[in-house]
């Protein structure tokens, strides 16, 4: 599976930004899948995962109410809604495919990485 992920860029605070991942490869479905973010000089942490069919979802506490995660098996693609932007959610966002269908937050169990996009978002 490769992905690639899209829609960063630069948004004032309080502002809407939704990331896509585009897969491709016919086992898209079959799997878990996450968004991850990594700020400079920080790890790599979950932000959303999402089981294979979206029955399931998780968010990390800093950003419940505000993202939304979600999935289309049939186009094979990813994403990530994100409101109410905040300084501190800049970070490059990373998609990834789980290798197990049920949804996992371990970066470790996820197989597949897109190249990141980079979302800035400034006070």
């Known amino acids: 599976v490769q992905l690639q992920a899209s829609g960063g860029g630069l948004v004032q605070a309080g502002g809407s930004l939704r990331l896509s991942c585009a897969a491709s490869g016919r086992t898209f479905s079959m799997y878990a899948m996450g968004w991850f973010r990594q700020a400079p000089g920080k790890e790599r942490d979950v932000v959303a995962a999402?089981?294979?069919?979206?029955?399931?979802?998780y968010y990390a506490d800093s950003v419940k109410g505000r993202f939304t995660i979600s999935r289309d098996n049939y186009k094979n693609t990813a994403y990530l809604q994100m409101s109410s932007l905040k300084p501190e959610d800049t970070a490059v966002y990373y998609c990834?495919?789980?290798?197990?269908?049920?949804?996992?937050?371990?970066?470790?169990?996820?197989?597949?990485w897109g190249q990141g996009t980079l979302v800035t978002v400034s006070s």
């Open positions: 990834a495919v789980g290798r197990t269908p049920t949804i996992n937050t371990d970066r470790n169990n996820y197989a597949y």
């Open positions: 999402m089981d294979f069919n979206g029955g399931r979802t």
